[in-house]
């Protein structure tokens, strides 16, 4: 039963993982310690995954920088073949961005259920919610370089 504490995250066995050794050694193995072991297992790296960045960057982070360039590049370039790449960036980033918000928005939907899933307070609706932003912006950007 101590190979389960190798299922942890490796920063959560660095912290605990003793701990958790020495606490094994001293109980005998029962069913429900093994369920409570599970349970703290999928509980540690659901705090792992959600504390996780992007490239040292958190997504929030990331998605401010992509609107402040789809801003930056409509003030930049006036000439009509520059706007029309643009145009074309600017849809592509809208297209990807819709795409990754209503993906998100199915996987939590899956995950966590309906009423969590149209909350704001978890990660993934965070996510989902500023990919829409995104998308919101770069087809604002579209339709400015359109016109």
Known sequence: MKWLIYLYPRSWRKRYGDELFDLLEQKDWTFFLTIDLLRGIVDA?????????VFGIRMSNVLLLVGLINIL???QYRTSQEV????QIALIIAMVSFFLAVSIFIVHLFKEG???????STKLS????GFMGLYGLSII????LTN
């Open 45 to 53: 790296w659901k705090i792992e995954i959600n504390e996780r960045e």
């Open 73 to 75: 590049i409509i003030l």
């Open 84 to 87: 029309i790449f643009m145009e």
């Open 114 to 120: 309906l009423q969590k899933a149209f909350s704001i």
């Open 126 to 129: 965070k996510m989902s919610l």
């Open 141 to 144: 950007a579209f339709l400015v």
